[in-house]
């Protein structure tokens, strides 16, 4: 299920590329399939998409430092964390 709205998402982003407000929310969705799915580094790289698009996108560094806490990296999560205190208090 979390794979076939990976492939959706990424089929999603190809519509149109220049709309960064929405493809924002599209990277941050893809990111959360993978993440369910275990795939914890292309969910990295959607989250970094999004911040790219988006360097406020709070739900962007949260997921990351989720993915971080997953993979045990506690030293990048707590990073991940500060950095959404930054963008919303």
Known sequence: MYEVAAGIFGQTLDL???NGP????????RASAYHKIGKHDEALADCD???ALNKEYAKAYL???DIMM????????VHE?????EVAP
């Not at 997953?70 to 999560?77: G, H, N, T, V």
């Not at 964390?81 to 205190?85: A, F």
């Open 81 to 85: 964390y500060s950095k959404l205190k």
């Open 63 to 65: 997921k990351k430092g």
């Open 22 to 29: 929405f493809n924002q929310a599209i990277y941050f969705n």
């Open 16 to 18: 149109d590329p220049l």
């Open 70 to 77: 997953d993979q045990e990296k506690w030293d990048e999560a």
């Open 49 to 51: 998409a999004a911040i």
